[in-house]
């Protein structure tokens, strides 16, 4: 009798031991090792994230780079708006209103010309319409070539000088291209040593 109360505990133990607790162990085993899983996938995308954003803020560490990154960003926004000369209005004035004083803009036609409602230089036309046609032919350069080399182009080599002579004396070809790299790539360039005309930056749109 004491032999198959034994043997009947035994197997009623397997049974509960088998088909339920050892189950029950095996699916919480998977449940936890897929959320620890998950939880190691969403810190290392966090971590990635993080160090994405380190570069960024690495890559931005001076007034250069951070001012293309910021006014293209900009410009490229009000491009692509349905009213782009009503978009561009309104983020110059913006761009004003949070940096007194930091910027003078001058937006061009799509012939050339100053758009005088929009800038805030109406002299010169002649100089800027050549700066117009220079930026136009460096922009082209650049989207075609592997290796742009802007001082290299005919008409930048023949109008180097005159733009100097208006942008300021440290104005040098090579660098015509940092104005049309994406982001933190590129940067505003110093061209003269007078406070008012010390950097200068063009944006191409569409």
Known sequence: MKFNLLKKFTLGLARLVYGLILPLYLMWFVFFSYFQYERAEIIDDFQQKMEKS?????????????????????????????????????????????????????????????????????RFQYVLKTMFQVMNEVHRHFSVSSDPQPQNLPLVKDKIRLLRGYFGQFLIAELLTEFFKNSYLGRVITVSELEAKRKLWFYHGQ
Do not use: Y
């Open 54 to 122: 380190l570069e960024i803020l690495v890559n931005l560490h001076d007034d250069d780079h951070f001012f293309h990154a910021l006014l293209q960003k900009n410009f490229s926004l009000a491009d692509r708006h349905k009213t782009p000369l009503s978009a561009l209005e309104s983020r110059v004035k913006s761009l004003h209103r949070h940096f007194p004083d930091a910027f003078k803009f001058i937006v061009f036609n799509p012939s050339g010309s100053v758009n005088t409602r929009l800038s805030e230089e109406k």
